[in-house]
T-cell receptor, first 118, second 117 residues
Framework: AQKITQTQPGMFVQEKEAVTLDCTYD???????LFWYKQPSSGEMIFLIY??????QNATEGRYSLNFQKARKSANLVISASQLGDSAMYFC???????????????FGAGTRLAVHP | DSGVTQTPKHLITATGQRVTLRCSPR?????VYWYQQSLDQGLQFLIQ???????AKGNILERFSAQQFPDLHSELNLSSLELGDSALYFC????????????????FGPGTRLLVL
């Protein structure tokens, strides 16, 4: 069963506008962490933001915020005031507290390619 | 710059050959993870080492092996290479305090792009 689902293969946004990238997840573990990474065309994976399953508030890091809806099992990334440099692939990932055969590993979604237009 | 280094950046080799990818984790990080990113499989976890010992295995082929040395750098060895092994191989590291907390962020290196011809 797919653990992380990113339903938007590609998204477009106008510079300076806000954009939301969707992520839904599936786990039976009460303790888990959700991460977003950015992968520019150069290929590196850049950590953006983290949300813990027990966190009461939505995570924020500068222009990035996470819209965490636990009951819906969604962890959408919101990028405010988009910049041209935000054009990249964005991956949602989950880490479960216990996972047979892969303790501590990150499980990634398929990614969303974001294009920011001037 | 994440602080994780990987060499080489690019590698071109032929089928049947063997290559070694190297990773140096961030200073102070005890855990090293290897991931493979391919067009058809996406990002997949291969293996984790913690302070020199294998901690967890994912979808790692028997032709692949890894180790972590006393100075904490890690090497991923890929042998009997096939066309399908062409991918971007990432190393990531985290502090890994021992409790395996879900909050511990993994920081990725720039990756090694492997092309098997």
């Amino acid at each position: 069963a797919q653990k992380i689902t990113q339903t938007q293969p590609g998204m477009f946004v106008q510079e300076k506008e806000a954009v939301t990238l969707d992520c839904t997840y599936d786990t039976s573990d009460p303790s888990y962490g959700l991460f977003w990474y950015k992968q520019p065309s150069s290929g590196e994976m850049i950590f953006l933001i983290y949300q813990g399953s027990y966190d009461q508030q939505n995570a924020t890091e500068g222009r990035y915020s996470l819209n965490f809806q636990k009951a819906r099992k969604s962890a959408n990334l919101v990028i405010s005031a988009s910049q041209l440099g935000d054009s990249a692939m964005y991956f949602c990932a989950m880490r479960e507290a216990r996972f047979s055969g892969g303790y501590n590993k990150l499980i990634f979604g398929a990614g969303t390619r974001l294009a920011v237009h001037p | 710059d994440s602080g994780v280094t990987q060499t080489p950046k690019h590698l071109i080799t032929a089928t049947g050959q063997r290559v070694t990818l190297r990773c140096s984790p961030r200073s102070g990080d005890l855990s090293v993870y290897w991931y493979q990113q391919s067009l058809d499989q996406g990002l997949q976890f291969l293996i984790q080492y913690y302070n020199g010992e294998e901690r967890a295995k994912g979808n790692i082929l028997e032709r692949f092996s890894a180790q972590q040395f006393p100075d904490l750098h890690s090497e991923l060895n890929l042998s009997s290479l096939e066309l399908g092994d062409s991918a971007l191989y990432f190393c990531a590291s985290s502090v890994e305090s021992g409790g395996g907390g879900v909050e511990e962020t993994q920081y990725f290196g720039p990756g090694t792009r492997l092309l098997v011809l």
